[in-house]
């Protein structure tokens, strides 16, 4: 399997209204570090996974929607707790609608929310 990734970051407010999350109950910012990782089994005719700046520009628009956003008030999380690993399986299933995957046999993308703790999250095609 090949791989090409990109990285990128975004900014985010939310709260976490569960007492699973502690403090994080309050509303927060969040600051991400989002990491899109494109594969296929076999390089195309071009000899490459996916153009890079493609995939770089895929992943920067995905995150647009969410940046600087209040995912509370975000129409699209109505309703949902937007744990990490909630946002990672979002970013990821947008990513999947983007035409620069349509050739991909996987995509993961991983956020990291320190340089200890991160969610990676990855579907085949």
Do not use: C, K
């Not at 975004?10 to 999350?21: E, G, K």
């Not at 989002?34 to 770089?56: N, P, S």
């Not at 399986?89 to 947008?94: E, G, H, K, L």
């Amino acid at each position: 399997m090949f791989t090409v990734t990109v990285r990128d970051h975004v900014m985010v407010a939310h709260s976490l209204p569960r007492p699973v999350f502690g403090p994080a109950q309050a509303l927060h910012g969040a600051t991400y570090v989002v990491e899109a990782a494109f594969g296929r089994r076999e390089l195309d005719a071009d000899g490459i996974v996916v153009d890079i700046g493609a995939a770089q520009s895929a992943l920067h628009d995905t995150l647009d929607t969410l940046r600087y956003r209040n995912l509370d008030e975000h129409p699209e999380f109505e309703g949902v707790v937007t744990s990490t690993e909630v946002l990672a399986r979002w970013v990821t299933d947008r990513l999947a609608e983007s035409p620069v995957t349509a050739n991909l046999d996987r995509l993961e993308v991983v956020l990291r929310e320190s340089p200890d703790a991160w969610v990676a999250y990855a579907r085949d095609r």
